[in-house]
């Protein structure tokens, strides 16, 4: 197979290298490497999961996040049934509500049970409604963590693709979306990897389920950050945030975890959505936190 000239100029500015001074440079030299082609403007809006950051309230919590610089806020499950104890607490602040962190509700959805898979949906339902209230851009589901259902990685898929379509347009009714979530091996033996989870967006078809990445999962089952949120593309809308090594605030482990080939991929998608942290402080968290804000702003820069 023979890669011709515009091709290797794509492809050589795609993944960042350089078209001069290297051997292969001779080959493009006469040419203008040409910019990353993205799919339209991206934006780095940083979200934390609430209980990292310090205070004694949820208000208190929220006006912190507002002084240091956050654009968004992930919540847990427990809006159900407080829908206005948030919204009044968020009513006074500049922070946004970003994903729901739900989680699998005990593997209910994919169960091997039929009548433990309508209570599952019915779940699903009602957090997709307190999510939609609060104006959140989606909840974070897991299918089953390892342990919680029968059924065989094939038979998972298929009850997915049999009750996501209708769950989607329950999602889309109240203005929200779901938003699957790979995970790494030694949670879950089913969706570890975000071409994976965005194949079953595409096959449900309907825009009210979505897909996420989270940095520290990708650390371990992803080869190419860059290449797994490509290929997640339009179907990505939540991006978690953490080292690989220890799960901390990104950059305590003294850097050793870029964020800066996903953050490229990130571009070339035209992301728009948030990433949030969902990790460890190890420290002081209101001298923390803003390092590390500043440690991805840098890498954002670099991407
Ligand atoms: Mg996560």
Redesign the pocket.
């Known amino acids: 197979m023979t890669i011709n000239r515009r091709e290797f100029v794509a492809t050589a500015a795609a993944f960042g290298l350089a078209a001069s001074g290297t051997a292969l440079g001779a080959v493009v030299s006469d040419r203008k490497v040409q910019p990353i082609e993205t799919k339209g403007p991206a934006a780095l809006k940083l979200s934390s999961q609430l209980g990292i950051v310090p205070g004694k309230s949820t208000e208190e919590k929220l006006a912190l996040m507002d002084t240091m610089g956050f654009d968004g806020v992930e919540l847990g499950g427990d809006i159900v049934g407080n829908e206005k104890k948030y919204r009044d607490a968020l009513a006074n602040a500049k922070v946004k509500v970003s994903a729901i962190c739900w989680g699998s509700h005990g593997g209910d959805l994919v169960s091997a049970d039929a009548e433990k898979r309508k209570g599952g949906v019915a779940a699903l339902k009602r957090v997709l409604e307190s999510a939609g209230e609060l104006k959140s851009t989606g909840v974070v589901f897991v299918p089953a963590f390892n342990g919680q259902t029968t059924l065989t990685n094939q038979d998972i898929r298929k009850v997915l693709l049999d009750s996501l379509p209708e769950i989607g347009e329950h999602a889309l009714g109240c203005g929200t979306r779901v938003i699957l ?1 790979p995970l790494n091996r030694g949670e879950a033996f089913f969706l570890r990897q975000l071409a994976d989870a965005a194949s079953i967006c595409r096959d449900v078809k309907s825009d009210g389920i979505a897909m996420m990445g ?1 940095f ?2 990708m650390g371990i089952e992803e080869t190419s950050d860059l290449g797994a949120f490509i290929s997640a593309g339009s179907y990505l809308h939540h991006v ?1 945030l953490a080292t690989t090594e220890g799960r901390t605030l990104p950059g305590q482990d003294g850097g050793k975890r870029s964020y800066v080939d996903g953050f490229r991929g990130l571009k070339i998608i035209g992301y728009q959505d948030y990433c949030s942290f ?1 990790c460890g402080v190890r420290g002081d968290r209101a001298v923390e936190i803003p390092k590390a804000l500043q440690f991805l702003k840098d890498h954002w820069a670099q991407a």
């Open positions: 979530e989270d520290y999962h978690h969902e």
